[in-house]
DNA sequence: CAAATAGTGTCTGTAAGACAGTATGCC
DNA sequence: GGCATACTGTCTTACAGACACTATTTG
Protein backbone atom coordinates (compact mmCIF):
# COMPACT_ATOMS: atom_id res chain seq x y z
CA UNK A 1 0.00 0.00 0.00
CA UNK A 2 1.68 3.08 -1.11
CA UNK A 3 1.61 6.03 1.31
CA UNK A 4 1.59 8.29 -2.04
CA UNK A 5 -1.97 7.39 -3.88
CA UNK A 6 -1.65 7.90 -7.74
CA UNK A 7 -5.67 9.05 -7.65
CA UNK A 8 -5.53 12.87 -7.42
CA UNK A 9 -6.62 14.35 -4.34
CA UNK A 10 -9.97 16.44 -4.14
CA UNK A 11 -9.40 19.39 -1.39
CA UNK A 12 -10.40 22.32 1.10
CA UNK A 13 -8.84 25.15 0.05
CA UNK A 14 -8.85 28.41 2.80
CA UNK A 15 -7.51 31.72 2.60
CA UNK A 16 -5.46 33.04 5.76
CA UNK A 17 -5.04 36.62 6.38
CA UNK A 18 -2.21 38.10 8.01
CA UNK A 19 -2.71 41.49 9.05
CA UNK A 20 -0.33 43.72 10.26
CA UNK A 21 -0.12 46.70 11.84
CA UNK A 22 1.80 48.76 14.45
CA UNK A 23 0.23 49.75 18.03
CA UNK A 24 2.88 51.60 19.88
CA UNK A 25 5.61 50.60 18.29
CA UNK A 26 5.44 47.18 18.24
CA UNK A 27 4.46 45.02 15.33
CA UNK A 28 0.69 43.70 15.92
CA UNK A 29 -1.08 40.39 13.94
CA UNK A 30 -4.42 39.79 13.94
CA UNK A 31 -5.72 36.72 15.76
CA UNK A 32 -8.83 35.19 16.51
CA UNK A 33 -9.28 32.47 19.07
CA UNK A 34 -11.02 29.35 17.57
CA UNK A 35 -14.56 28.34 18.63
CA UNK A 36 -14.57 24.98 17.11
CA UNK A 37 -12.32 21.98 16.51
CA UNK A 38 -9.68 21.15 15.56
CA UNK A 39 -7.56 23.20 17.78
CA UNK A 40 -10.70 24.99 19.57
CA UNK A 41 -9.61 27.87 21.89
CA UNK A 42 -6.02 27.83 20.14
CA UNK A 43 -4.91 31.52 18.38
CA UNK A 44 -4.93 31.02 14.41
CA UNK A 45 -4.67 33.79 11.60
CA UNK A 46 -8.31 34.95 10.50
CA UNK A 47 -9.12 33.11 7.48
CA UNK A 48 -12.23 30.90 5.88
CA UNK A 49 -13.22 28.25 2.60
CA UNK A 50 -12.62 29.24 -0.56
CA UNK A 51 -16.19 29.32 -2.22
CA UNK A 52 -17.34 28.35 -5.52
CA UNK A 53 -16.88 31.24 -8.04
CA UNK A 54 -14.67 33.32 -6.06
CA UNK A 55 -10.79 32.86 -6.33
CA UNK A 56 -8.30 33.13 -3.85
CA UNK A 57 -8.42 36.54 -3.59
CA UNK A 58 -12.20 37.07 -3.92
CA UNK A 59 -11.97 35.29 -0.53
CA UNK A 60 -8.85 36.80 1.05
CA UNK A 61 -11.06 40.36 0.30
CA UNK A 62 -13.89 38.90 1.87
CA UNK A 63 -12.67 37.75 4.83
CA UNK A 64 -10.60 41.00 5.65
CA UNK A 65 -14.14 42.40 5.73
CA UNK A 66 -15.81 40.13 8.00
CA UNK A 67 -13.31 40.21 10.33
CA UNK A 68 -12.30 44.06 9.55
CA UNK A 69 -14.81 45.72 8.31
CA UNK A 70 -12.06 47.04 6.19
CA UNK A 71 -12.97 46.62 1.99
CA UNK A 72 -9.73 45.32 0.36
CA UNK A 73 -9.26 47.80 -2.37
CA UNK A 74 -8.03 50.12 0.90
CA UNK A 75 -4.98 48.33 1.22
CA UNK A 76 -2.74 45.85 -0.08
CA UNK A 77 -3.62 42.34 -0.11
CA UNK A 78 -0.80 39.92 -1.70
CA UNK A 79 0.03 36.66 -1.74
CA UNK A 80 2.77 34.53 0.71
CA UNK A 81 2.90 31.17 -0.16
CA UNK A 82 0.95 28.33 0.06
CA UNK A 83 1.36 25.37 2.99
CA UNK A 84 -0.28 22.09 1.68
CA UNK A 85 1.90 19.37 4.02
CA UNK A 86 -0.55 17.02 4.73
CA UNK A 87 -0.58 16.69 8.34
CA UNK A 88 -0.76 20.29 8.47
CA UNK A 89 -5.00 20.33 9.31
CA UNK A 90 -6.57 17.19 10.77
CA UNK A 91 -9.68 16.87 8.89
CA UNK A 92 -11.16 15.26 6.48
CA UNK A 93 -10.89 16.17 3.11
CA UNK A 94 -7.77 17.37 3.43
CA UNK A 95 -7.47 21.38 4.01
CA UNK A 96 -4.40 23.14 2.12
CA UNK A 97 -4.13 27.32 2.77
CA UNK A 98 -2.91 30.29 0.65
CA UNK A 99 -1.57 32.73 2.92
CA UNK A 100 -2.31 36.44 2.27
CA UNK A 101 -0.48 39.49 3.23
CA UNK A 102 -2.56 42.55 4.57
CA UNK A 103 -0.72 45.45 6.11
CA UNK A 104 -3.22 48.09 7.48
CA UNK A 105 -2.38 51.09 9.92
CA UNK A 106 -3.98 51.25 13.60
CA UNK A 107 -7.46 50.66 13.34
CA UNK A 108 -10.19 51.57 15.81
CA UNK A 109 -10.26 47.64 16.83
CA UNK A 110 -11.74 44.69 14.72
CA UNK A 111 -15.17 45.62 15.92
CA UNK A 112 -16.48 42.40 17.44
CA UNK A 113 -16.05 40.44 14.08
CA UNK A 114 -19.70 39.85 12.74
CA UNK A 115 -18.08 35.99 12.60
CA UNK A 116 -18.66 36.41 16.31
CA UNK A 117 -15.13 35.18 16.90
CA UNK A 118 -13.14 37.17 19.59
CA UNK A 119 -10.45 38.81 17.52
CA UNK A 120 -7.42 41.17 18.24
CA UNK A 121 -4.27 42.84 17.70
CA UNK A 122 -1.45 40.83 19.34
CA UNK A 123 2.05 41.60 19.08
CA UNK A 124 4.09 39.26 17.04
CA UNK A 125 6.72 38.63 19.49
CA UNK A 126 3.71 37.45 21.91
CA UNK A 127 2.02 35.55 19.02
CA UNK A 128 5.41 33.98 18.25
CA UNK A 129 6.14 33.00 21.95
CA UNK A 130 2.34 31.35 22.50
CA UNK A 131 2.34 29.58 19.46
CA UNK A 132 -0.43 29.58 16.85
CA UNK A 133 -2.96 26.69 15.58
CA UNK A 134 -1.93 24.52 12.27
CA UNK A 135 1.22 25.82 10.64
CA UNK A 136 0.19 29.28 11.17
CA UNK A 137 3.55 30.03 13.36
CA UNK A 138 5.52 29.55 10.07
CA UNK A 139 2.74 31.51 7.84
CA UNK A 140 3.47 34.13 10.29
CA UNK A 141 6.97 33.82 10.09
CA UNK A 142 6.57 34.32 6.32
CA UNK A 143 4.57 36.57 6.17
CA UNK A 144 6.65 39.13 8.28
CA UNK A 145 9.71 38.52 6.32
CA UNK A 146 7.89 39.09 2.96
CA UNK A 147 6.72 42.57 5.01
CA UNK A 148 10.37 43.02 5.60
CA UNK A 149 11.54 42.48 1.86
CA UNK A 150 8.88 44.71 0.90
CA UNK A 151 9.75 47.56 2.83
CA UNK A 152 13.34 47.29 1.41
CA UNK A 153 11.58 48.29 -2.06
CA UNK A 154 8.55 49.47 -1.97
CA UNK A 155 6.71 52.64 -0.28
CA UNK A 156 4.29 49.75 0.81
CA UNK A 157 5.74 51.48 4.91
CA UNK A 158 3.20 54.22 4.51
CA UNK A 159 0.43 51.69 4.74
CA UNK A 160 1.11 51.21 8.23
CA UNK A 161 0.40 54.37 9.10
CA UNK A 162 -2.65 56.55 9.45
CA UNK A 163 -3.36 59.72 7.15
CA UNK A 164 -1.01 61.54 7.93
CA UNK A 165 2.00 60.53 10.24
CA UNK A 166 5.44 61.95 11.16
CA UNK A 167 8.88 60.73 9.88
CA UNK A 168 9.05 59.16 13.25
CA UNK A 169 6.27 56.95 12.77
CA UNK A 170 7.46 55.80 9.81
CA UNK A 171 10.78 54.83 11.24
CA UNK A 172 9.10 52.80 14.06
CA UNK A 173 7.48 50.87 10.87
CA UNK A 174 10.77 49.96 9.94
CA UNK A 175 12.44 49.74 13.27
CA UNK A 176 9.44 46.96 14.46
CA UNK A 177 9.70 45.39 11.34
CA UNK A 178 13.10 44.54 10.65
CA UNK A 179 13.52 44.54 14.46
CA UNK A 180 16.29 46.80 14.35
CA UNK A 181 17.30 50.33 15.27
CA UNK A 182 18.21 53.33 12.29
CA UNK A 183 20.14 56.06 12.20
CA UNK A 184 17.31 59.27 13.22
CA UNK A 185 18.79 61.74 11.05
CA UNK A 186 19.95 59.29 7.93
CA UNK A 187 16.08 57.56 7.78
CA UNK A 188 14.84 60.75 7.85
CA UNK A 189 17.17 62.71 5.27
CA UNK A 190 16.56 59.20 2.67
CA UNK A 191 12.92 59.41 3.19
CA UNK A 192 12.19 63.02 2.90
CA UNK A 193 14.62 62.58 -0.30
CA UNK A 194 13.13 60.05 -2.42
CA UNK A 195 10.85 60.98 -4.83
CA UNK A 196 7.23 60.53 -4.43
CA UNK A 197 7.65 58.29 -1.28
CA UNK A 198 6.06 61.40 1.56
CA UNK A 199 4.50 64.39 0.75
CA UNK A 200 4.71 67.57 3.54
CA UNK A 201 1.32 68.55 4.80
CA UNK A 202 2.66 71.61 6.43
CA UNK A 203 1.04 70.75 9.25
CA UNK A 204 2.67 69.67 12.70
CA UNK A 205 1.94 66.93 15.65
CA UNK A 206 3.55 67.98 19.34
CA UNK A 207 4.07 65.07 21.52
CA UNK A 208 4.74 65.20 25.08
CA UNK A 209 8.44 66.97 24.48
CA UNK A 210 10.86 68.28 22.06
CA UNK A 211 10.15 70.19 18.92
CA UNK A 212 6.11 68.99 17.10
CA UNK A 213 7.19 66.41 14.59
CA UNK A 214 6.44 67.95 10.88
CA UNK A 215 2.78 65.47 9.19
CA UNK A 216 3.21 64.06 6.37
CA UNK A 217 1.27 62.30 3.98
CA UNK A 218 2.14 59.51 1.32
CA UNK A 219 3.64 60.01 -2.12
CA UNK A 220 2.67 58.95 -5.58
CA UNK A 221 5.77 56.58 -5.80
CA UNK A 222 4.99 52.73 -5.67
CA UNK A 223 8.60 51.73 -5.55
CA UNK A 224 11.35 53.65 -3.56
CA UNK A 225 14.60 53.98 -5.38
CA UNK A 226 16.93 53.75 -4.16
CA UNK A 227 15.80 50.92 -1.70
CA UNK A 228 16.17 51.18 1.52
CA UNK A 229 18.56 48.83 2.69
CA UNK A 230 19.20 46.08 5.70
CA UNK A 231 20.99 43.89 3.89
CA UNK A 232 24.27 43.98 5.62
CA UNK A 233 22.23 41.99 8.38
CA UNK A 234 20.70 39.71 5.92
CA UNK A 235 18.80 37.32 7.56
CA UNK A 236 16.37 35.90 5.49
CA UNK B 1 -29.11 32.54 -7.12
CA UNK B 2 -26.04 34.31 -5.80
CA UNK B 3 -22.87 33.76 -7.94
CA UNK B 4 -20.63 32.90 -5.22
CA UNK B 5 -22.19 30.00 -3.28
CA UNK B 6 -21.78 29.98 0.51
CA UNK B 7 -20.50 26.46 0.32
CA UNK B 8 -17.15 25.29 0.65
CA UNK B 9 -16.11 24.03 -2.57
CA UNK B 10 -13.81 21.34 -2.96
CA UNK B 11 -11.13 21.82 -5.68
CA UNK B 12 -8.72 19.34 -7.46
CA UNK B 13 -4.90 21.37 -7.21
CA UNK B 14 -2.06 20.96 -9.84
CA UNK B 15 1.38 21.87 -9.24
CA UNK B 16 3.12 23.91 -12.57
CA UNK B 17 6.85 24.09 -13.06
CA UNK B 18 8.47 26.95 -14.63
CA UNK B 19 11.74 25.39 -15.44
CA UNK B 20 14.24 27.84 -16.79
CA UNK B 21 17.45 27.43 -18.84
CA UNK B 22 19.87 29.42 -20.74
CA UNK B 23 20.59 28.26 -24.36
CA UNK B 24 23.05 30.08 -26.63
CA UNK B 25 22.31 33.00 -24.72
CA UNK B 26 18.51 33.22 -24.97
CA UNK B 27 16.10 32.30 -21.90
CA UNK B 28 14.12 28.97 -22.26
CA UNK B 29 11.22 27.73 -20.70
CA UNK B 30 10.32 23.53 -20.49
CA UNK B 31 6.75 23.30 -22.21
CA UNK B 32 5.15 20.27 -22.86
CA UNK B 33 2.45 19.54 -25.84
CA UNK B 34 -0.97 18.78 -24.31
CA UNK B 35 -1.98 15.25 -25.82
CA UNK B 36 -5.98 15.71 -23.95
CA UNK B 37 -8.06 18.60 -23.37
CA UNK B 38 -8.61 21.02 -22.48
CA UNK B 39 -6.03 22.79 -24.73
CA UNK B 40 -5.18 19.99 -26.66
CA UNK B 41 -2.53 20.43 -29.08
CA UNK B 42 -1.66 23.99 -27.10
CA UNK B 43 1.23 24.34 -25.66
CA UNK B 44 1.55 24.39 -21.58
CA UNK B 45 3.76 24.01 -18.69
CA UNK B 46 4.59 20.46 -17.31
CA UNK B 47 2.77 20.10 -14.43
CA UNK B 48 0.22 17.68 -12.02
CA UNK B 49 -2.23 17.18 -9.98
CA UNK B 50 -1.82 16.81 -6.22
CA UNK B 51 -2.13 13.23 -4.79
CA UNK B 52 -3.17 12.26 -1.19
CA UNK B 53 -0.09 12.07 1.25
CA UNK B 54 1.58 14.68 -0.53
CA UNK B 55 2.67 17.91 -0.21
CA UNK B 56 2.67 20.49 -3.19
CA UNK B 57 6.27 20.48 -2.63
CA UNK B 58 6.26 16.85 -3.47
CA UNK B 59 4.28 17.34 -6.80
CA UNK B 60 6.21 19.51 -8.18
CA UNK B 61 9.38 17.46 -7.23
CA UNK B 62 7.68 14.91 -8.43
CA UNK B 63 6.51 16.24 -11.90
CA UNK B 64 10.30 17.38 -12.24
CA UNK B 65 11.38 13.85 -12.08
CA UNK B 66 9.01 12.89 -14.41
CA UNK B 67 9.61 15.23 -16.87
CA UNK B 68 13.27 16.00 -16.90
CA UNK B 69 15.07 13.08 -15.01
CA UNK B 70 16.69 15.88 -12.59
CA UNK B 71 16.39 15.39 -8.77
CA UNK B 72 14.70 18.02 -7.48
CA UNK B 73 17.49 17.90 -4.31
CA UNK B 74 19.34 18.93 -7.22
CA UNK B 75 18.36 22.43 -8.23
CA UNK B 76 16.31 25.33 -6.59
CA UNK B 77 12.82 24.35 -6.52
CA UNK B 78 10.36 27.32 -5.22
CA UNK B 79 6.87 28.79 -5.10
CA UNK B 80 5.54 31.25 -7.49
CA UNK B 81 2.23 32.08 -6.57
CA UNK B 82 -1.02 30.04 -6.61
CA UNK B 83 -3.63 30.92 -9.43
CA UNK B 84 -7.17 30.46 -8.84
CA UNK B 85 -9.53 32.31 -10.95
CA UNK B 86 -13.13 30.25 -11.67
CA UNK B 87 -12.84 30.61 -15.19
CA UNK B 88 -8.94 29.84 -15.51
CA UNK B 89 -9.49 25.74 -16.09
CA UNK B 90 -12.85 24.74 -18.06
CA UNK B 91 -13.31 21.32 -16.06
CA UNK B 92 -14.87 20.34 -13.98
CA UNK B 93 -14.48 19.73 -10.58
CA UNK B 94 -12.61 22.81 -10.95
CA UNK B 95 -8.90 22.93 -10.63
CA UNK B 96 -6.82 25.77 -8.82
CA UNK B 97 -2.93 25.46 -9.73
CA UNK B 98 0.32 26.77 -7.70
CA UNK B 99 3.17 27.61 -9.53
CA UNK B 100 6.79 26.41 -8.76
CA UNK B 101 10.12 28.36 -10.22
CA UNK B 102 12.83 25.82 -11.13
CA UNK B 103 16.40 26.49 -12.76
CA UNK B 104 18.20 24.42 -14.33
CA UNK B 105 21.30 24.41 -16.34
CA UNK B 106 21.74 23.97 -19.83
CA UNK B 107 20.17 20.14 -20.13
CA UNK B 108 20.77 17.27 -22.31
CA UNK B 109 17.38 17.32 -23.73
CA UNK B 110 14.25 16.04 -21.60
CA UNK B 111 15.24 12.34 -22.36
CA UNK B 112 11.69 11.91 -24.64
CA UNK B 113 9.57 12.33 -21.32
CA UNK B 114 8.29 9.76 -19.80
CA UNK B 115 4.82 10.45 -19.51
CA UNK B 116 5.23 10.55 -23.26
CA UNK B 117 4.43 13.97 -24.09
CA UNK B 118 6.40 16.16 -25.89
CA UNK B 119 8.51 18.06 -23.52
CA UNK B 120 11.02 20.41 -25.28
CA UNK B 121 13.06 23.74 -24.43
CA UNK B 122 11.17 27.25 -25.85
CA UNK B 123 12.71 30.47 -26.03
CA UNK B 124 10.30 32.71 -23.49
CA UNK B 125 10.05 35.04 -25.86
CA UNK B 126 8.59 32.37 -28.76
CA UNK B 127 6.15 31.45 -26.10
CA UNK B 128 5.14 34.89 -25.14
CA UNK B 129 4.00 35.45 -28.84
CA UNK B 130 2.27 32.10 -29.31
CA UNK B 131 0.96 32.23 -26.31
CA UNK B 132 -0.29 29.47 -23.71
CA UNK B 133 -2.90 27.45 -22.35
CA UNK B 134 -4.76 28.02 -19.92
CA UNK B 135 -3.07 30.91 -17.60
CA UNK B 136 -0.07 29.92 -18.29
CA UNK B 137 1.16 33.31 -19.90
CA UNK B 138 0.57 35.00 -16.57
CA UNK B 139 2.45 32.51 -14.68
CA UNK B 140 5.33 32.31 -17.00
CA UNK B 141 5.65 36.32 -16.83
CA UNK B 142 5.60 36.37 -12.99
CA UNK B 143 8.23 33.41 -12.47
CA UNK B 144 10.90 35.16 -15.05
CA UNK B 145 10.22 38.68 -12.74
CA UNK B 146 10.67 35.92 -9.55
CA UNK B 147 13.71 34.42 -11.17
CA UNK B 148 15.04 38.35 -11.87
CA UNK B 149 14.38 39.51 -8.27
CA UNK B 150 16.46 36.11 -7.28
CA UNK B 151 19.20 37.08 -9.13
CA UNK B 152 19.76 40.13 -7.47
CA UNK B 153 20.24 39.18 -3.87
CA UNK B 154 21.20 35.72 -4.16
CA UNK B 155 24.10 33.33 -6.24
CA UNK B 156 21.41 31.45 -8.33
CA UNK B 157 22.35 32.57 -11.06
CA UNK B 158 25.31 30.04 -11.02
CA UNK B 159 22.39 27.36 -10.86
CA UNK B 160 21.71 28.25 -15.04
CA UNK B 161 25.28 27.16 -15.29
CA UNK B 162 27.11 23.78 -15.07
CA UNK B 163 29.53 22.57 -13.22
CA UNK B 164 31.94 25.40 -14.58
CA UNK B 165 31.63 28.31 -16.50
CA UNK B 166 33.11 31.85 -17.12
CA UNK B 167 31.97 34.76 -16.46
CA UNK B 168 30.98 35.77 -19.70
CA UNK B 169 28.42 32.62 -19.09
CA UNK B 170 27.01 33.81 -15.91
CA UNK B 171 26.81 37.26 -17.36
CA UNK B 172 24.51 36.41 -20.11
CA UNK B 173 22.26 35.08 -17.76
CA UNK B 174 22.07 37.92 -16.37
CA UNK B 175 21.29 39.58 -19.27
CA UNK B 176 18.74 36.73 -20.15
CA UNK B 177 17.00 37.14 -17.81
CA UNK B 178 16.94 41.01 -16.99
CA UNK B 179 16.91 41.87 -20.85
CA UNK B 180 19.17 44.67 -20.43
CA UNK B 181 22.92 44.88 -21.78
CA UNK B 182 25.42 45.01 -18.53
CA UNK B 183 28.66 46.25 -18.68
CA UNK B 184 31.98 43.52 -19.02
CA UNK B 185 34.30 44.66 -17.05
CA UNK B 186 32.43 45.91 -14.24
CA UNK B 187 30.38 42.70 -13.86
CA UNK B 188 33.45 41.10 -14.09
CA UNK B 189 34.82 42.81 -11.02
CA UNK B 190 31.84 42.64 -9.20
CA UNK B 191 31.55 39.09 -9.59
CA UNK B 192 34.69 38.01 -8.27
CA UNK B 193 35.19 40.08 -5.67
CA UNK B 194 32.17 39.04 -3.94
CA UNK B 195 32.52 36.86 -1.26
CA UNK B 196 32.13 32.96 -1.95
CA UNK B 197 29.60 33.61 -5.23
CA UNK B 198 32.35 32.16 -7.76
CA UNK B 199 35.44 29.98 -7.10
CA UNK B 200 38.13 29.78 -9.88
CA UNK B 201 38.91 26.66 -10.85
CA UNK B 202 42.15 27.16 -12.75
CA UNK B 203 41.10 26.34 -16.13
CA UNK B 204 40.30 28.18 -19.12
CA UNK B 205 38.20 27.63 -22.05
CA UNK B 206 38.99 28.77 -25.92
CA UNK B 207 36.40 30.53 -27.89
CA UNK B 208 36.44 30.40 -31.75
CA UNK B 209 37.97 34.10 -30.99
CA UNK B 210 39.85 36.25 -28.54
CA UNK B 211 41.81 35.42 -25.22
CA UNK B 212 40.04 32.31 -23.45
CA UNK B 213 38.10 32.72 -19.85
CA UNK B 214 39.37 31.49 -17.06
CA UNK B 215 36.60 28.78 -15.69
CA UNK B 216 34.69 29.55 -12.28
CA UNK B 217 32.82 26.79 -10.27
CA UNK B 218 29.49 27.91 -7.61
CA UNK B 219 31.10 29.20 -4.59
CA UNK B 220 29.70 28.38 -1.15
CA UNK B 221 27.67 31.82 -0.76
CA UNK B 222 23.89 31.58 -0.88
CA UNK B 223 22.74 35.70 -0.60
CA UNK B 224 24.75 37.97 -2.71
CA UNK B 225 26.11 41.21 -1.01
CA UNK B 226 26.45 43.65 -2.27
CA UNK B 227 23.20 42.75 -4.10
CA UNK B 228 23.05 43.24 -8.10
CA UNK B 229 20.96 46.00 -8.27
CA UNK B 230 19.41 46.84 -11.53
CA UNK B 231 16.59 48.97 -10.03
CA UNK B 232 17.64 51.45 -11.67
CA UNK B 233 15.42 50.23 -14.81
CA UNK B 234 12.62 49.01 -12.10
CA UNK B 235 10.20 46.79 -14.39
CA UNK B 236 8.17 44.01 -11.77
C1' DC C 1 17.24 77.25 32.27
C1' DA C 2 17.29 71.66 31.31
C1' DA C 3 15.40 67.94 28.87
C1' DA C 4 13.65 65.92 24.95
C1' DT C 5 12.58 65.20 20.36
C1' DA C 6 13.01 67.02 15.31
C1' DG C 7 15.82 68.05 11.79
C1' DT C 8 20.48 69.70 9.13
C1' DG C 9 25.42 69.65 7.88
C1' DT C 10 29.41 67.32 7.02
C1' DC C 11 32.72 63.80 6.60
C1' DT C 12 34.25 59.04 5.29
C1' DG C 13 34.13 54.62 3.19
C1' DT C 14 32.14 51.80 -0.31
C1' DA C 15 30.17 50.72 -4.48
C1' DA C 16 28.23 51.63 -9.28
C1' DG C 17 28.99 53.08 -13.79
C1' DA C 18 31.77 54.87 -17.58
C1' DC C 19 35.49 53.89 -20.13
C1' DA C 20 40.65 53.82 -21.24
C1' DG C 21 43.94 50.66 -21.50
C1' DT C 22 46.32 45.93 -21.21
C1' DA C 23 46.57 40.68 -21.94
C1' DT C 24 46.09 36.75 -24.70
C1' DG C 25 44.15 33.97 -27.73
C1' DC C 26 42.95 32.78 -33.23
C1' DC C 27 43.34 33.94 -38.24
C1' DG D 1 49.99 42.11 -37.67
C1' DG D 2 44.79 42.39 -37.22
C1' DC D 3 41.03 41.31 -34.68
C1' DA D 4 38.22 39.64 -31.11
C1' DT D 5 37.49 38.57 -26.55
C1' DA D 6 39.06 38.64 -21.51
C1' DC D 7 40.44 41.28 -17.96
C1' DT D 8 42.52 45.47 -15.06
C1' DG D 9 43.00 50.33 -13.69
C1' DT D 10 41.15 54.65 -12.78
C1' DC D 11 38.04 58.35 -12.41
C1' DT D 12 33.48 60.31 -11.12
C1' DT D 13 29.32 60.29 -8.84
C1' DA D 14 26.07 58.55 -5.48
C1' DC D 15 24.76 56.80 -1.38
C1' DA D 16 25.13 54.61 3.49
C1' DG D 17 26.48 55.33 7.97
C1' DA D 18 28.46 57.96 11.73
C1' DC D 19 27.87 61.77 14.33
C1' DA D 20 28.37 66.85 15.53
C1' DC D 21 25.38 70.39 15.52
C1' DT D 22 21.16 73.39 15.28
C1' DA D 23 15.96 74.08 16.03
C1' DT D 24 11.82 74.06 18.59
C1' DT D 25 8.93 72.54 21.87
C1' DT D 26 7.47 71.39 27.26
C1' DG D 27 8.27 71.90 32.11
Redesign the pocket.
Known amino acids: MPRVSRARQQVAVTADLVILTIRSGELCVLLVERGVPPFAGRLALPGGFLRGGESLEETAARELREETGIAADELHLEQVGTYSAPDRDPRDPRVITCAFLAIAPDLPLPAAGSDARAASWTPVAEARETGLAFDHDAILRDAVRAAGRKLQFTTIATAFCGAEF???DLRAVYEAVWEVEL????F???V?DADGFVIPTGG?R?????????LYRAGPAESLV?????S?NARS
Chains 1, 2 share one sequence.
Request: hydrophobic share 25%; aromatic share 4%; charged share 25%.
Open positions: TIGDKPNHRKTRSSANGRPAAPPMMWR
